[in-house]
């Protein structure tokens, strides 16, 4: 029985995936599946359970708020199960009383209460003096962040240890270098490699860096309801105190939400990653359409529908594709969150539920890159034999000696030797 069911469900599952709107869901969902934990409406649920929770038990271990009792062990640990063990069947839960309120995070604030029949006091300090913006932005910063230091980082390093090894092992490996396309002083394979490692890696440091920001001060940003309540309470110290306790750095001066500023921040940098993946696959296509680089036969796959010779370079293509889809979105999400009419609209609310497809599209890529660097040969043969017909790149070295040496025109002796000339190495050893 259970095999059947497992079987129906996997039956279920491929279903799904033919019938997805979106590629992310569908046809790509084994390379995103990491993701649908943290940026699914599931995700976005737990979340703010988990939120709405700590906040809960913060409150209680204030001794100010006298009207809400410390909670005993066995509370605690109730409250705590609740977040450690949400599943989807408690994400459907919330759905399901959303139908009735129409608000998303009420129906998260009844499904906890829901928990405490009987418990008046606990009840009654469940979102207390909250908005729901508090709610939202400090689970936006908590996905954003989990994908940062548990997916995107991961990947970025295993990326960037693969060039990393690219470029040692060729770093004596001599190539033409090919400016405005056309050939030009030799470089070293190795050397080429390393400049896109260091581009990547002062980015990925960056993107390390950000602070990621919380507010969590009320309705339009002013404790208004905290001091009508508790006056004797410092607001300003509990709520830093308490979005710190979720790894995250607080934004005290704000309307009613988080401007969002590190937020483009975030995008912006993770955008300027992408370009330099997106620089690096063009350069990569183009190498390997000089014969400078080869790919490694996979047995089964097909290149061609009607040419069988050919072995295309699909996974650098595919990745520059994701990386301009993903860079879209970053780009529109840094234009965009950080603009809100008067002290609240509600545009950014649809919006950032796209983060994850954004960076959806970043983690296919990547995949795709390290697949594709995983499969490349450098064909050292074809790259010493183009230099070996390319005599007139020495060029700007030997014109740079003549000037040295006082040699009248260097230049232009240089000039009229090599361009548009056929040289080989009789002519150049003779002038």
Request: aromatic content about 8%.
């Amino acid at each position: 029985m259970i095999l059947i069911l497992r079987s129906r469900w996997l039956v279920n599952m491929a279903k799904e995936k033919l019938t997805a709107i979106s590629p992310l869901d569908g046809r790509y969902a084994d390379k995103t599946k990491e993701l649908s934990r943290i940026f699914s409406e599931y995700g976005l649920i737990k979340y703010r359970v988990e939120i709405e929770i700590r906040w809960l038990q913060m409150l209680a271990n204030n001794p100010h708020i006298i009207e809400l009792d410390i909670f005993d062990i066995d509370t605690d640990s109730q409250l705590n199960q609740i977040i450690d063990n949400f599943d989807v069947d408690d994400a459907e839960s919330v759905k399901e009383i959303e139908k009735i309120t129409n608000h998303d995070v009420k129906a998260v604030e009844y499904f906890i209460s829901r928990q405490f029949k009987g418990h008046k006091n606990i009840k009654d300090f469940i979102h207390f003096g909250c908005t729901s913006e508090d709610i939202n932005n400090l689970a936006y910063a908590m996905m954003l962040k989990e994908a940062r230091d548990s997916i995107i980082k991961p990947l970025m390093n295993s990326l960037q240890s693969e060039i990393e090894s690219l470029a040692s092992k060729h770093q004596n490996t001599p190539m033409l270098s090919r400016t405005h396309g056309q050939t030009a002083s030799p470089t070293t394979v190795g050397k080429e490699f390393a400049n896109i490692l260091s581009r990547l890696n002062i980015i990925n440091i960056e993107l390390n860096e950000i602070n990621i920001y919380g507010k969590f001060n009320g309705a339009v940003g002013n404790f208004n309801a905290h001091h009508a309540a508790y006056p004797n309470c410092d607001w300003l110290i509990i709520s830093s105190k308490f979005i710190r306790s979720l790894g995250l750095e607080p934004n005290l001066l704000t309307t009613q939400i988080e401007p969002h500023d590190w937020m483009a921040k975030y995008c912006h940098t993770l955008i300027r990653y992408n370009t330099v993946l997106l620089d690096m696959s063009r350069d990569i296509w183009g190498y390997i359409s000089l014969g400078y680089f080869k790919q490694r036969l996979e047995k089964n796959e097909v290149g061609s529908s009607t040419m069988p010779h050919k072995i295309n370079p699909i996974d650098f293509e595919n990745a520059e594709g994701n990386l301009g889809m993903a860079n879209s979105l970053l780009s529109h999400f840094a234009e965009k969150l950080p603009i809100s009419r008067f002290q609240r609209d509600l545009t950014d609310s649809t919006v950032q539920r796209n983060l994850g497809v954004a960076i959806g599209y970043g983690t296919i890529a990547i995949k795709s890159l390290l697949k594709g660097i995983n499969k490349l040969e450098i064909d050292e043969m074809a790259i010493k034999e183009d230099i070996e017909h390319r005599w007139e790149v020495l060029g700007e070295a030997i014109q740079t000696v003549m000037r040295r040496y006082g040699v009248p025109e260097p230049y232009e002796k240089l000039k009229s030797l090599t361009r548009g000339n056929e040289i080989n190495k009789s002519i150049l050893s003779n002038f």
